[in-house]
T-cell receptor, first 110, second 116 residues
Framework: QQQVKQSPQSLIVQKGGISIINCAYENTAFDYFPWYQQFPGKGPALLIAIRPDVSEKKEGRFTISFNKSAKQFSLHIMDSQPGDSATYFCAAGNTDKLIFGTGTRLQVFP | GAVVSQHPSRVICKSGTSVKIECRSLDFQATTMFWYRQFPKQSLMLMATSNEGSKATYEQGVEKDKFLINHASLTLSTLTVTSAHPEDSSFYIC????????????FGDGTRLSIL
């Protein structure tokens, strides 16, 4: 009930393409779903977050799609850039406690 | 600008010594701070939740006598790894949350701990 499954483990995208990362959770009590970006040797930085009362949230090039019935959510990065190359973590829970996914290493090539 | 300051960023020490890591909230008073551990190329695992003025809440499997947490003020929490051994080598990251539980967590840049 506490797992968050994330896929793919790694992703290679050409510059300008769309990067898509998927996550699935089990606990229906979770009500907060953030995505974090982490560069090597740094802590995670909050990218975007969604709550289950909406199905989509967009901030700039980043969009979260949320499917409550399927207990799945995904991150879409439009017009991917080499500077987006990093590890991305989804998380689920509430703001008292987050369960993190296993991470996706994204590489964007020029 | 940075919301959370974590110090030191890297520490190398001999087996058996104790190491203290500081986490400071720079922009706001944080009644709650979180401590995570991250092994290379792995996810973040919550170790404990630190509440100002009270005892920390540890996750299952985390030894509270091994990982001492002190949250003496609204802007500072410390994690002390006592009698550290090579298996304690890891990346330790803190996060802070502003105000109520409805607010997101902001992470520090982590501390790379290497025990020889």
């Amino acid at each position: 009930q506490q797992q968050v499954k994330q896929s793919p483990q790694s992703l290679i995208v050409q510059k300008g393409g769309i990067s898509i990362i998927n996550c699935a959770y089990e606990n229906t009590a979770f009500d907060y779903f953030p995505w974090y970006q982490q560069f090597p040797g740094k802590g995670p930085a909050l990218l975007i977050a969604i709550r289950p009362d909406v199905s989509e949230k967009k901030e700039g090039r980043f969009t979260i799609s949320f499917n409550k019935s399927a207990k799945q959510f995904s991150l879409h990065i439009m017009d991917s850039q080499p500077g987006d190359s990093a590890t991305y973590f989804c998380a689920a829970g509430n703001t008292d406690k987050l369960i993190f996914g296993t991470g996706t290493r994204l590489q964007v090539f020029p | 600008g940075a919301v959370v300051s974590q110090h030191p960023s890297r520490v190398i020490c001999k087996s058996g010594t104790s190491v203290k890591i500081e986490c400071r909230s720079l922009d706001f008073q944080a009644t709650t701070m979180f401590w995570y551990r991250q092994f290379p190329k792995q996810s973040l695992m919550l170790m404990a939740t630190s509440n100002e003025g009270s005892k920390a809440t540890y996750e299952q499997g985390v030894e509270k006598d091994k990982f001492l947490i002190n949250h003496a003020s609204l802007t500072l929490s410390t994690l002390t790894v006592t009698s550290a051994h090579p298996e304690d080598s890891s990346f330790y990251i803190c996060s802070v949350r502003q105000g109520s539980s409805n607010q997101p967590q902001h992470f520090g840049d982590g501390t790379r701990l290497s025990i020889l």
